[in-house]
């Protein structure tokens, strides 16, 4: 019989840390949202942001979620949610925006019309997004608490706090975080149901897989992992008659958890449902082709599944999944260790998380696994089988994935490592017969990760660990890794003071110079074309790596692979006079 919290296995009266848990987390995750909120007044919007706040502004001014509907509406509407009550408005669409769907341009008039206080916009939309950062800390404290006892919870909240990812990412208006705290809550929901099967314990766990999929597309896949669990169950109801289970009621608990995760779905939507999209729309949008297949068997019920999706769902989250799909099936051109794809690595996000990681916590996480590898050998256990699991499947769905842009993707499995470190550490606390050794060395991680922390700020987004060390980071890794956006109003800054007003721009995030004062400069031309004549140029990490430089020009004129992936490599081997936050480099090309 499992205990809600590990008093059994504990010796002793309560230490220190146990007696006043809760206290020192509160402090810690106020010491984490005061750090994310001075990065923010620091650091302007990244790229994402840029579209995504606005789009956000539209959905609430207007009900239409057609704006970035690749994206599901939570990150969005949170982020522009104080703007909204601040009486800020976003352009009227151009004609026929309403008809065709289509929204060019929009994001860029929003920002010039509030050019005078963009900053001030800025850092309210993001405030949202720390504190629910700072929810998701309260959340993986209270479940470790309630599961694994206070000190454990402790340790995790300390490693959660302290880890850079998190810390960039925190801030920022995306999927990534809202993402992470949905899958923590629903799979503890669907423990706490398998533990003790209730109706309404399935309808909670419904309602959290329907949060999920409206925080980020990709938790659509929680669905076929509650299919098998309901097969499971019922396959195994007559064995469990003893809780008052039968088949009967596990049809009836997936029936309820069934309609709760479509009315989540549809509250995400404001229940507000857009106009239908077509079949034919769909395919193009998924990149789907069933053009010779017109009139069989197979489109049909194609078709009529796709219908039946708009009616129980939004039609925008139906079209917005169905452009991921296409997103995935298309690839995205990323870069890892010097190398280049467009359809990813089967190791890429293992890799990226190593790299991306401080040691410690990369130690503590191994330490970790290896912990449970032995708990397990003792036999199935539920608490800790819900640790590992859910990153488990997690992770095996993104070494999938063909879309290799950001460790960010795999943040949602950041919680349950640090749960399981956490849980590692107060484990071997308890049960060390050199207790003053193993706390000396459980200090000495937390300390140094601290240290990585400290070592970071204010520039988390590109930060690498020491594995890093034989050359530029951004050899290594790619786009969001090492640049997004989000030090663009330093660059600005620095160029103003020098009087400079225009630059030479190469970055994610160059459309947010002329909102600070400096105009970007064409140094992207095609062969035989001269650059704009300028003193300085600005190139972003993700550029130099290669991966994010576009594949032909504006005027259509193609790119070799080669081509593309070097074209900025002049600039790898010249000094830059400044480099802002890891993630923009500054040359001075003349004097």
């Known amino acids: 019989m ?19 848990a809760a206290a020192v987390c509160a402090l810690l995750l106020a010491l984490m949202g005061a750090q994310m909120l001075a990065v923010v007044s620091r650091k302007s919007i990244t790229v994402d942001e840029w579209v995504l706040i606005p789009a956000g502004l539209y959905h609430l001014a207007e009900g239409d979620f057609r704006p970035v509907n690749e994206h599901p509406p939570v990150a969005k509407v949170l982020g522009a949610a104080p703007l909204w009550l601040m009486g800020a408005k976003p352009p009227p669409a151009r004609p026929g925006a309403r008809e065709d769907g289509h929204f060019p341009d929009r994001f860029q008039e929003f920002w010039d ?17 720390v504190a629910l950062a700072l ?4 959340l993986v404290f209270a479940f470790a608490r309630r599961h694994w006892g206070p000190r454990a919870a402790l340790f995790a909240v300390a490693l959660y706090t302290l880890e850079p990812t998190l810390l960039a990412h925190g801030r920022v208006v995306q999927t990534d975080v809202p993402s992470a705290l949905a899958l923590l809550l629903f799979s503890f929901a669907l423990y706490e149901y398998l533990r003790a099967p209730r109706a309404w314990r399935a309808a909670l766990a419904g309602l959290a897989a329907g949060f999920a999929a409206v925080t980020k597309f990709s938790m659509v896949a929680l669905a076929p992992v509650l299919c098998v669990v309901f097969a499971c169950l019922f396959a195994l109801a007559p064995r469990r008659k003893g809780e008052g289970l039968n088949r009967a009621r596990v049809a009836g608990h997936a029936g309820a958890l069934a309609l709760a995760a479509v009315v989540a779905v549809n509250a995400g939507y404001f229940f507000r449902r857009g106009p239908a999209e077509s079949f034919d729309d769909a395919l193009a949008g998924a990149v789907v082709r069933l053009d010779a297949e017109r009139g069989t068997l197979r489109r049909a019920a194609l078709e009529a599944g796709h219908g039946l999706l708009q009616v129980v769902f939004p039609p925008d989250f139906v079209s917005g999944v169905g452009w991921q799909l296409g997103h995935a099936k298309l690839g995205h051109e990323a870069g890892l260790l010097g190398g280049y794809s467009r359809h990813g690595w089967w190791y890429y996000f293992p890799v990226a998380f190593a790299l991306k990681t401080p040691l410690p916590v990369l130690l503590l996480t191994l330490a970790g696994l ?19 699991l859910p990153p488990a499947l997690f992770t095996c769905l993104l070494m999938l994935s063909t879309i290799n842009i950001g460790v960010r993707y795999y943040l949602p499995a950041y919680p349950f490592f640090f749960i399981l470190a956490g849980v590692m550490l107060d484990d071997v606390l308890r049960r060390a017969r050199r207790r003053a ?7 000495a991680a937390l300390c140094w990760t601290a240290v990585e922390a400290a070592r970071a700020y204010p520039d988390h987004m590109a930060y ?24 663009v109003r330093a660059l600005a800054l620095y160029l103003r003071g020098r009087g400079e007003e225009r630059v030479g721009a190469a970055l994610l995030g160059w459309q947010l110079l002329e909102l600070y004062g400096v105009e970007p400069a064409h140094v992207f031309v095609p062969p035989g074309e001269k650059p704009d004549d300028v003193r300085y140029v600005a190139v972003g990490a993700s550029l130099l790596n290669g991966s994010t430089v576009p594949g032909a020009f504006d005027d259509g004129t193609p790119l070799t692979e080669e081509q593309r992936v070097n074209y900025f490599d002049a600039y790898r081997r010249r000094a830059p006079e400044k480099v802002f936050g890891g993630s923009v480099y500054l040359y001075r090309v003349k004097d």
């Open 2 to 20: 499992e205990t809600d919290v590990a008093s059994a296995e504990a010796t002793g009266a309560p230490d220190f840390l146990s007696r006043r």
């Open 113 to 129: 019309a509030n050019v005078w206080r963009f900053d001030h916009l800025s850092f309210r939309a993001r405030v949202p997004m």
């Open 135 to 138: 929810a998701l800390g309260a």
């Open 370 to 388: 290896v912990w449970v590898a032995l708990r397990l050998r003792r036999g199935a256990e539920g608490r800790v089988l819900v640790l590992v």
């Open 437 to 443: 050794l193993a706390a000396a060395l459980a200090a």
């Open 464 to 487: 690498v660990n020491q594995l890093a060390y034989a050359g530029p980071r951004w050899w290594y890794l790619s786009d969001s890794n090492v640049e997004w956006g989000d030090d």
